[in-house]
């Protein structure tokens, strides 16, 4: 009977929160298309990298150094979902004159745009059954892949980054396990390492979260601290070119209102056309203290992609 009448109190407790309206819901078409560069448009964000911007960027670079933002792809990944990576060696042949070359190679079966740190494409988010500029599902998939926002065609991304380190700003290695991240938050972040954004950045959030990165995989996809929807929205309004983590949704997970699902996700790809970086290596950035640096990074030419794995790095 105690089962019972708990059982009823979490149901009772579950029904009163979803007959409450959402804090948020996507806009609608009338709202959000056509986006500010045009009905046509399907690079979204990318339209701010110009010649001015790599210029400026390549600038930053003053010891040459090479810091790699990505974790190397393998079995102790975490994974969501059913998705895999498994790699299948192969002695394809001995070669026969007489240097004897044997050659090898190997099978890769995965999610290869979803899995290690990774790159949303706007193609892997829809609100019903639309797309970023209210692209139509039934006008753009096909079995062999996405005919608008593929991520072959988001190309080289060469542009300043920064990292905005909140766990440090909050003083702490490791920001809690479902904590939001604030406007106040990014911005005390910003002022404490004396950043100011720039149309075009590559905007890395420091959570800490990477340190259970192939350490504690469940704890790791179980929930997560990051961004909630005014931070996105804030930071979406300072145009950069990509919002990244060191968490696998760049937001907080679950998100404190039980009646949405990852909306920064749709806030970014499907509203606002800003890409989304997830899985980012931070530790040597924060440790090192490099704030700014030229971002580089070129997601995988996979046609039609929804997204793609990625290894970008900071140069300084």
């Not at 959570?207 to 601290?225: H, M, Q």
């Not at 509203?271 to 704030?291: C, I, P």
């Amino acid at each position: 009977m105690r089962s019972i009448a708990v059982a009823a109190v979490l149901t009772a407790l579950s029904s009163a929160a979803f007959a409450q309206a959402p804090t948020w819901s996507p806009p609608p078409a009338s709202e959000r298309c056509p986006s500010k560069w045009g009905a046509n448009d399907e690079r979204g964000s990318m339209n701010h990298q110009k010649a001015d911007t790599v210029l400026a960027a390549s600038k930053m670079i003053k010891t040459g150094e090479i810091i790699e933002l990505a974790h190397v792809l393998g079995p102790t990944m975490p994974f969501f979902g059913t998705r895999r990576f498994d790699v299948h060696t192969k002695r394809t042949f001995m070669n026969q004159p007489s240097n004897r070359r044997g050659s090898n190679e190997e099978i890769v079966i995965s999610e290869i745009g979803q899995v290690g740190t990774q790159f949303d494409g706007f193609a892997h988010q829809t609100h019903e059954d639309s797309w970023y500029n209210c692209v139509k599902v039934s006008e753009n998939i096909t079995r062999t892949g996405f005919g608008k926002f593929g991520v072959h065609a988001v190309g080289q991304i060469f542009t300043r980054g920064v990292v905005v380190d909140v766990a440090g700003f909050k003083g702490v290695e490791m920001l809690g396990d479902n904590y939001e991240i604030t406007v106040e938050d990014l911005e005390g972040a910003l002022k404490k390492q004396n950043l100011t954004l720039q149309t075009g950045d590559a905007v890395l959030i420091h959570t800490g979260w990477g340190k259970l990165y192939g350490k504690d995989n469940p704890r790791y996809v179980k929930s997560c601290p990051g961004i909630g929807i005014k931070a996105a929205q804030w930071l979406i309004a300072k145009n950069p070119i990509l919002l990244g983590a060191d968490n696998w949704p760049v937001e907080v997970s679950p998100n404190p209102d039980p009646q949405l699902s990852l909306p920064v996700h749709q806030v970014a790809l499907v509203v606002s056309g800003v890409h989304l970086l997830e899985n980012v290596k931070l530790d040597e950035l924060v440790q090192k203290q490099v704030s700014e640096f030229a971002f580089v990074m070129q997601p995988l030419k996979i046609q039609g992609g929804s997204g793609s794995t990625v290894s970008p790095v900071a140069i300084r």
